[in-house]
């Protein structure tokens, strides 16, 4: 009776003795896709519009209802990427991480890198090359060391708030009953059902963690395996999720606990290409012990599935639609939709794939992908991508700590309140002519002209 009671005072009664936010003080910004640009962020004046308001049109907000805590956007580093960025003169280097990770540009806050080789390092490679080495004496990053944590120290040295997570494409060859990184090999792309292998990758995930903190970058959270359904030409790995749980719980996480180390075991990367494994595996024994689960290419009702199944387990988004490498309008149009299902479906976040990648868009098994920007290696030129302006208005306007709050509208929208209680709002005007929206909010209304084929946020400031 008492949470009734409580809902009908929230979604009835709070709104009409509530009025810190109204329409005196609002900022407009848009991007819209028909080019990469460097800084796409233009100002739009807030003006009353007289026009007709068609269906569809109205952005109705709910800022008393709140729903999750964000974490932030971000990207992908991978080798690729990384040898692409360090071909640049450091000047160069300097202006494109600041455009992505500066404050007063994208500011991304929330990223990705593997552990080990993923599918766009240039070619198959683990910190553990020497077979049996249960000890890891052998243990070694020194791989890393010449592209991806240049890469990744760049970004700290810009946002040292920087939350960053990895996660393994496959483990060590010989901790595997194909003895290769890479799958597509009948029944035996998976690891070795030994506890042994199970103790030596339980520290190799210790040593990877250690070894990056003595470079500078910290490392926030570990997923178990990425795409553990994933039998692939590139490094991969079967992990059903019985594995992936008795793996993480009865030894990375007491191996992590033993060795001080900060940084949360997550269950994942999990998809819904071939089975519903998210859904089988929050339904086993010991769940709970997992700091939450990494989710990536699930359909939203899955994702709202898995959140009512355990309410209280984070779950995160791992990887955006990499699509194939043509970089264009129309892919970069469907963004903000993207990001919209993950969040409105109650993930904490979005990252984006490759952030970086150079001219050829190929993955190192001449898989093309897209990317924010590519780096044209012998030109020494820098090529921003539609996509990039789609994720430069997404992040600089969606940070760490900010709530979701309830709303409608038709159109591909994410709203949000952040900790001094400003309303954001980002909405993707999919029609192919300016168009008049109405906005409701604690009883008022107000009309406004959003750009065709364009995401404008919207910022309505608490007053006093």
Not at 191 to 215: G, R, S, T
Not at 447 to 463: E, G
């Amino acid at each position: 009776m008492a949470n009734k009671l409580a809902v009908f005072i929230s979604v009835f009664l709070f709104p009409f003795w509530s009025f810190s936010q109204d329409f005196k003080d609002v900022k407009m910004y848009y991007v819209n896709f028909d080019k990469g640009e460097a800084n796409p962020l233009k100002s739009l004046p807030f003006e009353s519009s007289d026009g007709k308001v068609k269906w569809g049109h109205e952005i109705v907000l709910y800022p008393n209802i709140e729903h999750q805590t964000l974490e932030g956007i971000g990207g992908a580093f991978n080798e690729i990427g990384g040898e692409a960025l360090l071909s640049l003169p450091a000047e160069k280097q300097d202006e494109l991480m600041q455009n992505l990770f500066s404050s007063d540009k994208a500011g991304f806050t929330f990223c990705r890198t593997a552990i080990g080789a993923s599918d766009f390092g240039i070619d198959a490679y683990s910190y553990s090359e020497k077979a049996d080495d249960y000890k890891m004496k052998y243990f070694s990053i020194e791989r890393d060391q010449k592209y991806v944590i240049p890469y990744i120290q760049k970004a700290f040295k810009i946002n040292p708030e920087l939350t960053l997570f990895g996660s393994p494409w496959s483990p060590p060859a010989w901790m595997k009953v194909n003895n290769s990184m890479v799958g597509l090999t009948e029944k035996n792309n998976y690891l070795k059902e030994d506890k042994k292998i199970y103790k030596a990758y339980a520290n190799y995930f210790v040593k990877y963690i250690k070894a990056y903190q003595q470079n500078g970058i910290r490392i926030d959270r570990i997923c178990v395996q990425n795409e553990n359904d994933a039998n692939t030409k590139y490094p991969s790995c079967t992990m059903p999720p019985a594995q992936m749980m008795d793996l993480a719980i009865n030894y990375i996480i007491p191996t992590f606990k033993k060795e001080n180390i900060t940084a949360d075991v997550y269950a994942g990367t999990l998809r819904t290409a071939i089975k519903t494994d998210i859904i089988e595996l929050l339904q086993l024994d010991g769940v709970d012990q997992l700091a939450g689960v990494g989710i990536q290419y699930t359909s939203p009702f899955f994702i709202t599935d898995a959140v009512r199944m355990h309410p209280d387990l984070k779950m995160f988004h791992t990887e955006g639609h990499c699509y194939n490498g043509k970089n264009n309008v129309e892919q970069a149009s469907h963004r903000l939709e993207e990001v919209a299902q993950y969040i409105n479906s109650g993930l904490t976040n979005f990252c984006y794939w490759n952030m970086i990648l150079n001219e050829t868009t190929e993955s190192g098994w001449e898989w093309t992908q897209n990317s924010l920007v590519n780096i044209d290696r012998e030109k020494k030129t820098i090529q921003y991508n539609p996509d990039y302006n789609a994720m430069y208005i997404i992040s600089r306007f969606i940070k760490p700590g900010d709530v979701r709050i309830a709303s409608n509208c038709s159109k591909p929208m994410i709203t949000v309140k952040d900790k001094d209680g400003n309303v954001k709002i980002l909405i993707h005007n999919t029609d192919n002519n300016d168009s008049v929206y109405q906005i409701h909010l604690n009883g008022e209304k107000k009309k406004v002209v959003l750009p065709k084929n364009s995401i404008t946020a919207m910022v309505i400031k608490t007053q006093a």
